[in-house]
Nanobody, 116 residues
Framework: QVQLVESGGDLVQTGGSLRLSCAAS?????????MDWYRQAPGKQPTFVAR???????YYANSVKGRFTVSADAANNTLYLQMNSLLPEDTAVYLC?????????WGQGTQVTVSS
């Protein structure tokens, strides 16, 4: 059974940094075609933040490019999102998503709040 568990969310001030983690169980990291971070503001649909695609590299939403970095540790089956220079508009629940063998899996999310 696949399980994704995010952690690392917190309340920070504008300009601060956070590192989010997404611990994956029940997946074979080497077979995951792509691993994404999304975020969901209250009352809105999730929006794409960053992607780590196997053999294709990384992709970012324009709003976070240059501030956020996505990476993975295959030995620990963990996906990361390093977030720097945080802004109030980055406030949201951050969710990780993984695609493997035609199936899509989501975590429950971790809350990031950036105060002005």
């Amino acid at each position: 059974q696949v399980q994704l568990v995010e952690s690392g969310g917190d309340l920070v001030q504008t300009g601060g940094s956070l590192r989010l983690s997404c611990a994956a169980s029940g997946v074979i990291f080497s077979s995951v075609s792509q691993m994404d971070w999304y975020r969901q503001a209250p009352g809105k649909q999730p929006t794409f933040v960053a992607r780590l695609a196997r053999n294709l590299g990384t992709y970012y939403a324009n709003s976070v490019k240059g501030r956020f970095t996505v990476s993975a540790d295959a030995a620990n089956n963990t996906l990361y999102l390093q977030m720097n220079s945080l802004l109030p508009e980055d406030t949201a629940v951050y969710l990780c998503k993984m695609d493997q063998a035609g199936h899509t899996y989501w975590g429950q999310g971790t809350q990031v709040t950036v105060s002005s």
